[in-house]
């Protein structure tokens, strides 16, 4: 969650029982960085980063939890161009780097990126493989479910053949205040690659519902604010 998901938060919630943590949002080049200035006029928190110090900031963070912890550190960034994306998955701290495929604010999408993503299969493939064939860390691709005109199916099996490590899926399902868990089954069923949902995970039942649904892992967003976790993962 960008402006929160910061070292210090995730170490707070790794020993509720996760085997992966995700650093961010950050904005990973120049026009996402002009873009979260914008964000952040407008009241939304955003983790304010320049250019110059992204790696070394994100390195610090990593460093955090990997003093302490065992597990895996992912990382969430928005980017134009995936260059930067290949630069933090550089880091030795860094297990994982995850595409934001996700992101739905305006001054995100206008320059492409985020969601923006997801209206152009090809583009999505191009920039994922792209990643993949340079990254020297492991590669995610977050995106969310439903949005309009856009093909779920089509775009996870395109996050697929081009490589990548995981799918998050964001199963949004508007008008419910509970995840869309036939979207996850759909997905796993025309996909092999390792499915992670996400989407208003808060008790032990979202979370079973969601791995019957056919995930095969789960992440936890909002549950998690108050620096911990409303139920017993070792139950799940
Ligand atoms: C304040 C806030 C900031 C978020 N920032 C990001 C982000 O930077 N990148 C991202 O992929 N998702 C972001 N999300 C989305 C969450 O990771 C998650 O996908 C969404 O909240 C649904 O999951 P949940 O019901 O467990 O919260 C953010 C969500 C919130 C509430």
Same mark, same amino acid.
């Given at each position: 969650? &960008?402006?929160?998901?910061?070292?210090?938060?995730?170490?707070?919630? !790794?020993?509720?029982?996760?085997?992966?943590?995700?650093?961010?949002? @950050?904005?990973?080049?120049?026009?996402?960085?002009? &873009? #979260?200035?914008?964000?952040?006029?407008? #009241?939304?928190?955003?983790?304010?980063?320049?250019?110059? *110090?992204?790696?070394?900031?994100?390195?610090?963070?990593?460093?955090?939890?990997?003093?302490?912890?065992?597990?895996?550190?992912?990382? *969430?960034?928005?980017?134009?161009?995936?260059?930067?994306?290949?630069?933090?998955?550089?880091?030795?701290? %860094?297990?994982?780097?995850? %595409? *934001?495929?996700?992101?739905?604010?305006?001054?995100?999408?206008?320059?492409?990126?985020?969601?923006?993503?997801?209206?152009?299969?090809?583009?999505? @493939?191009?920039?994922?493989?792209?990643?993949?064939?340079?990254?020297? /860390?492991?590669? /995610?691709?977050?995106?969310?479910? *439903?949005?309009?005109?856009?093909?779920?199916?089509?775009?996870?099996? &395109?996050?697929?053949? !081009?490589?990548?490590?995981?799918?998050?899926?964001? !199963?949004?399902? =508007? #008008?419910?205040?509970?995840?869309? @868990?036939?979207?996850?089954?759909?997905?796993?069923?025309?996909?092999?690659?390792?499915? %992670?949902?996400?989407?208003?995970?808060?008790?032990?039942?979202? !979370?079973?519902?969601?791995?019957?649904?056919?995930?095969?892992?789960?992440?936890? &967003?909002?549950?998690?604010?108050?620096?911990?976790? =409303?139920?017993?993962?070792?139950?799940?």
């Amino acid at each position: 969650m &960008a402006g929160i998901t910061d070292g210090n938060f995730c170490l707070k919630l !790794a020993p509720y029982g996760f085997d992966m943590v995700t650093l961010g949002g @950050y904005n990973a080049d120049k026009p996402t960085m002009e &873009a #979260g200035c914008s964000i952040i006029q407008r #009241g939304r928190q955003e983790f304010d980063i320049d250019e110059e *110090n992204l790696l070394s900031s994100i390195k610090k963070e990593a460093n955090i939890l990997k003093t302490s912890w065992k597990g895996t550190v992912s990382v *969430n960034l928005r980017s134009v161009s995936f260059e930067p994306i290949v630069e933090v998955s550089k880091l030795h701290e %860094i297990d994982v780097v995850e %595409i *934001n495929a996700h992101c739905r604010q305006p001054e995100i999408t206008d320059i492409g990126c985020g969601q923006a993503l997801l209206y152009d299969t090809k583009k999505l @493939y191009n920039f994922t493989k792209n990643v993949v064939k340079r990254a020297e /860390s492991k590669v /995610s691709v977050k995106i969310r479910a *439903n949005v309009r005109n856009v093909n779920d199916i089509e775009v996870s099996k &395109a996050i697929e053949k !081009a490589g990548a490590d995981y799918l998050h899926v964001d !199963a949004m399902k =508007p #008008g419910y205040n509970h995840a869309d @868990y036939n979207i996850i089954r759909t997905i796993k069923e025309n996909t092999e690659i390792f499915l %992670i949902g996400n989407n208003s995970i808060h008790d032990l039942k979202s !979370a079973r519902d969601m791995l019957s649904a056919g995930a095969d892992g789960i992440s936890i &967003a909002r549950a998690t604010l108050k620096g911990s976790v =409303p139920f017993d993962l070792s139950q799940v």
